[in-house]
C-alpha cells in the first residue's frame, strides 16, 4: 500500500500508462492528468487531459471486467487500451461490474465444494455481527440472487452484498447423522479488507453450496 503511488501511472520514452484507478493526478512537462472515480464502488473513471499534445496512452483494463468500454466503444478485457490524446480531451472508463460467485481449484482441499463471493476486484467476506445465524450452519445457494447496496457511512464507505442462503442448523457432537432440515436466509456479505474494524466477531470468506 505504501508503493501504490508509484503504479497508478507509468511513462516510458513515448508513452503514458494507466495502471490503477483512484483519484490522483499525474504531472510532467508535457503531460498533466486528472483522473475522478469512486473504483471500486462506481463503475466508472473520468480522466481529463489538462496538458498533452498527440501523446500516446495505454489504459490497463482488468481481466475480471466482462464488458469494459471507453469513450462508449467497447474493448478488449485483460490488455491495454491504446488511444492518443490532446490537450482538452476528456477519456470515460466503465468497467461494469456484478457479484459472482468464485470456487476454488479442486486441488485445493479445504475448499473444495465451497464458494467465495466476489465484486469487480473485491473479494467478500461474511462477519457474524451482520448475520441472523452461526456462519459455520449458512450454505450459498448457487441459483439465488445476489444484491448489492453502498452505505457511505459504513466502514467509510463500501458496497455490501446480499446472498442468497440455506441455514441448516447442525449438532454439537463431533459425529453425527446428517442434517437435512434448511431454512431460507440471507448471508450479508463486506469487503474482505475491511474486517476486525468494528467489534470482536467470526469470520469467513468461503462457504459450502446449498
Not at 495502471?19 to 508535457?30: I, L
Not at 447442525?170 to 447423522?177: D, F, G
Not at 434448511?182 to 474486517?195: F, G, K, M, R, V
Amino acid at each position: 500500500m505504501a508503493g501504490m503511488g508509484r503504479w497508478v501511472y507509468g511513462q516510458s520514452d513515448d508513452t503514458v500508462y494507466v495502471n490503477m484507478f483512484t483519484n490522483c493526478d499525474y504531472e510532467t512537462d508535457s503531460v498533466e492528468l486528472s483522473m475522478k472515480t469512486n473504483y471500486p464502488w462506481s463503475d466508472e473513471i473520468s480522466i481529463d487531459v489538462k496538458k498533452a499534445e498527440s501523446q500516446k496512452l495505454k489504459i490497463r483494463i482488468p481481466a475480471w471486467c466482462k464488458k469494459p468500454v471507453v469513450n462508449g466503444n467497447s474493448v478488449a478485457a485483460g490488455e491495454y487500451f491504446e488511444m492518443i490524446i490532446t490537450e482538452g480531451d476528456s477519456i470515460c472508463i466503465k468497467l461494469p461490474m456484478e457479484a459472482v460467485l468464485i470456487q476454488a481449484n479442486p486441488n485445493v482441499e479445504q475448499d473444495r465444494g465451497m464458494l467465495a463471493v466476489k465484486r469487480g476486484p473485491v473479494v467478500y467476506c461474511a462477519e457474524g455481527m451482520d448475520n441472523e445465524h452461526s456462519l459455520d450452519e449458512i450454505y450459498i445457494d448457487p441459483q439465488g440472487a445476489i444484491t448489492e447496496a453502498y452505505h457511505a457511512d459504513l466502514l467509510d464507505g463500501v458496497v455490501t452484498l446480499s446472498a442468497a442462503a440455506k441455514y441448516r442448523p447442525q449438532k454439537a457432537e463431533l459425529y453425527y447423522e446428517l442434517q437435512t432440515e434448511e431454512s431460507d436466509t440471507t448471508l450479508n456479505l463486506i469487503p474482505y479488507y475491511a474486517w476486525a474494524n468494528r467489534e470482536e466477531s467470526d469470520m469467513s470468506v468461503w462457504f459450502p453450496k446449498a
